[in-house]
């Protein structure tokens, strides 16, 4: 095959972007150019490497294959390029970092503390539901990942960060506001607002009841903790949240932290990536700046 890498990059832009005018947006070129050059690379493997379907591109298996091999590959490139510039005494580049949804209320400060530091560093940051956040890592699409509940079936570099408790929070004026040491049996006759399946704060919870063969009277299922929290202020029933998630970590508008039997739950926030993956110089120094925050230097 006679592949050009930036024909591999112009691919991986298409797989990414699903357009061939993102892609060719993306990589500075023309829309025909763009098209050219993804006929030639179809050419050269000599198979179907995507199909148009009503105005959108779906890579075939082979073509996933390829975008997954361009990645490895301009990955490995970055990296290199990092480690040039570090050997120089230089730092630049992107870092791209998933996270889940929760961590948006500290990490964005973390970031804006390192680029502080590292003032020609970009970073992408990627806020998603846990689900989402898993299908990257599996995708192998960042450099990092922060999560709460690292997927178990992976083979994965994994290091705690720091406490994620999980609280259980009742409007201001709701009468377990007032009282110390609420047994759980107590609230089988309310309500509860909890986050979608799957998401970290829900499998915490989701384990802590089934240990106590507690099933939680569940009204709502959302998908954001601001929907959660104006739901337990709007008086709908009991919310299960991350302690980060309110902004005054006792109580904040609507809301407030009640004390019940066997809460705070005990979680935690992990730094996490492919085991195999060999991080670049950016993401080792992203994540040691982390670590640093955590054990002392940042409170949240």
Known sequence: ????????RLFLALADTG????????????????????KEVTQSVGLPLYE???????????GKDLAATARTMSQAWDNFEQQ?????????????VSVVSTAKYFMPRLIGSFCKRYPEIDVALHILNRDGVVQRLRDNLDDLYIMSMPPADMDLGDEVLMPNPIVLIAPTKDPLAKRKAVPLSELAERRFILREKGSGTRM????????LKFRPDIR???????ALKESVAGGLGLGLVS?????????????????????PLPSAWHIVHPASKKLAPLALAFKQHLIDAASGHFRV
């Open 1 to 8: 095959m006679n592949i050009t890498f930036r024909q591999l």
């Open 19 to 38: 357009s061939v005018s993102a892609a060719a947006k993306r990589m500075h070129v023309t829309q025909p150019t763009a098209s050219m050059q993804l």
């Open 52 to 62: 148009v379907v009503s105005k959108k591109i779906y890579l075939t298996e082979v």
């Open 84 to 96: 040039v510039d570090a050997t120089k005494g230089l730092s630049r580049g992107k870092l791209h």
């Open 204 to 211: 915490t919870g989701d384990q802590f009841f089934r240990k």
């Open 220 to 226: 709502l299922e959302l998908g954001s903790n601001e």
């Open 243 to 263: 302690r980060h998630a309110l902004h005054g970590l006792e109580k904040e508008h609507g809301v407030k932290v009640i004390d019940v039997a066997g809460f």
